[in-house]
């Protein structure tokens, strides 16, 4: 009665892949001991009862690591509520290959969080169109999405519902920046925190300090700016930065005109050239690690953790692991802040532009599904209010407390979550379960006027080590986006962000990004790596390459996916 029939057009997403997609699938559990109630609020705010928290087990693959079996706290918890256990199969990275072959053959998980490979389930017939599914058993998901909820349709041709957005947040803002270019609040401290807003700027702190301190007190190398080439941890570190010191804030390989929608490879746009000409001027003065493009994600991150590395340009979750090693060992000075560094002054940084509510990748439920209603009413319990509060902020009385109306983080609880967060994130679960399920922002108020998520000032601050706190007030403010250009002073993305945009996997634009990466991934460590006096003639014949390669057809194709997003999302 729910199952939805192939799809008009298969869609991949042009993904990112540092996303930690979560793939999961339910089995149904015939065991009918055990039975209770959840007390959940409906679309107008009033409690109503779920029945049904009898054992129903539901198995699960991810292609992310942090995962704890719900042995944690806020795991068991979610079962208590509703009967539900996730019996998880995890691999990390992921596997294309394994996904392509679950889809084609016929051997699906019950529930399937297939991020950018969602078009392969939708054109093999395996997915649900949850539809009415929502409508009738899922008041929160209603609630949750409200207006945005036309975001949820596939596309302009096939309005069903086959995931239930799970990566992008519902409303919410931006409090924290956790990107641009970092260093080492030692090096900054040392160099009397100078302004940090130029390449040359950023430049200068960590050529001064590796002046005075070219070794660590073992007698080890010290390193300038490492960068991770692994795999896809190229896009973070290596090609996203030319995108962003010029002004453009993240659309995968995409710069998409504002004006007219239309797409251009963003190594093709100005300003990009020169920079990637000062990561060859940086690695031929020694301030770049030689091993950039040959190390391992698990050889940078040690790098990180032996706080030898005094410039990074990633996402603080991509270089999480080693931080919190160096937290762990108490060396806080070898931590990072994050500066909105620009190629120069002449380019206004738009790294926290907002992109909207993206809808895209989320958790669907396929036609193998057992019990599809219990399926949903436990991803609209998550939805609910009692179940972002516990997703969030974790057990009352154990991981928060109630003051005054206010939810409080205990003094011990919250030094865990500085000092010892690897620890504390397995011990509690919370953050684990966000990817699962829909989920509101950051400052958005619940019932009774406290914050959904953490993530707000006064919480952030409490959240920072006193280096952090040292070098923000050296600066004159009080947390890392206020460094950054608000993004209440910059337009709301009408397309959201390009690497969300579904595109079939057989379309000429998406065969030909293939060979793009491919070109590119070769030629830019070449040109970093090159001879200062080889560096033009490399680029010169990288950008020929690209256009004989076809970039332009890929250009034109890609441009008609993000229009026609634009019309799906404003009809």
Not at 31 to 58: L, M, W, Y
Not at 66 to 71: I, T
Not at 280 to 299: A, I, P, R, T, Y
């Amino acid at each position: 009665m729910y199952v939805r029939k192939k799809g008009t057009a298969g869609k991949i997403a042009m993904t990112l892949m540092f996303t930690m997609t979560l793939l999961a699938g339910c089995s149904g559990n015939n065991a009918n001991q055990g039975s209770g109630n959840v007390t959940t609020n409906n679309a107008e705010g009033n409690a109503v009862k779920e029945s049904d928290t009898s054992p129903i087990t539901f198995s699960f693959y991810s292609v992310g690591a942090n995962w704890n079996n719900m042995q944690d706290d806020v795991g068991k918890e979610i079962t208590k509520m509703t009967g539900v256990t996730l019996d998880a199969e995890t691999e990390v990275g992921g596997s294309a290959q394994k996904l392509a072959l679950m889809a084609t053959s016929g051997q699906y998980p019950d529930l399937l969080s297939a991020t950018g490979d969602l078009n392969k389930f939708v054109d093999a017939g395996a997915m649900i169109d949850l539809t009415d599914l929502i409508d009738q058993y899922a008041p929160n998901i209603k609630k949750l999405f409200g207006d945005q909820f036309k975001r949820l349709r596939y596309n302009n041709e096939d309005r069903a519902i086959y995931a239930i957005p799970t990566y992008s947040a519902v409303d919410g803002k931006n409090f924290n920046a956790g990107g641009g270019f970092e260093l080492q609040h030692r090096a900054v401290k040392e160099a009397g925190y100078p302004s940090i807003k130029t390449l040359q700027d950023y430049e200068d702190v960590i050529k001064s300090y590796l002046e005075k301190h070219p070794t660590d007190d073992k007698g080890n190398k010290n390193i300038g700016l490492s960068l991770n080439g692994d795999d896809w941890h190229m896009y973070i570190t290596v090609t996203n930065p030319a995108a962003e010191t010029t002004g453009k804030s993240d659309d995968g390989e995409y710069y998409i005109n504002p004006e007219t929608n239309e797409a251009i490879y963003h190594f093709r746009t100005e300003g990009e050239k020169e920079y990637f000409k000062w990561l060859n001027h940086m690695n031929n003065v020694g301030l770049l690690d030689k091993d950039s493009f040959v190390q391992k994600n698990d050889e940078y991150l040690a790098k990180i953790a032996s706080g030898r590395v005094i410039g990074l340009t990633d996402a603080d979750w991509g270089y999480a692991d080693g931080e919190r090693a160096l937290k762990k060992d108490s060396k806080f000075d070898q931590t990072y802040g994050h500066y909105p560094v620009m190629l120069s002054d002449e380019y206004k940084d738009n790294r926290l532009q907002s992109t909207g509510f993206m809808a895209g990748w989320g958790i669907g439920i396929t036609k193998e599904c057992k019990d599809p209603v219990r399926a949903i009413k436990f991803l609209d319990f998550l939805a609910s209010e009692q179940g972002q509060i516990l997703l969030n902020w974790g057990i009352e009385g154990k991981h928060y407390t109630m003051q005054d109306g206010k939810r409080i983080v205990p003094e011990d609880v919250q030094n865990r979550v500085v000092n010892d967060n690897t620890a504390f994130t397995k011990d509690s679960g919370i953050g684990l379960y966000t990817n699962i399920g829909a989920h509101y922002g950051d400052g958005v108020k619940d019932s009774s006027g406290n914050y959904y998520t953490k993530s707000f000032p006064e919480l952030i601050v409490n959240s920072y080590t006193e280096a952090d706190k040292q070098t923000l007030q050296a600066y004159g403010v009080t947390t890392w986006a206020d460094l950054f250009t608000s993004e209440d002073d910059l337009p709301v993305k009408a397309w959201g962000a390009a690497w969300n945009i579904p595109v079939p996997t057989d379309d000429e634009s998406n065969i030909l990004a293939v060979k793009m990466k491919d070109i590119s991934w070769k030629r830019i460590p070449q040109a970093i790596l090159a001879k200062p006096e080889e560096f033009d003639q490399i680029w010169d014949e990288y950008q020929q390459e690209l256009i004989d390669a076809g970039v332009e057809k890929m250009e034109a194709g890609f441009t008609k996916y993000v229009q026609d997003r634009v019309k799906l999302w404003n009809e």
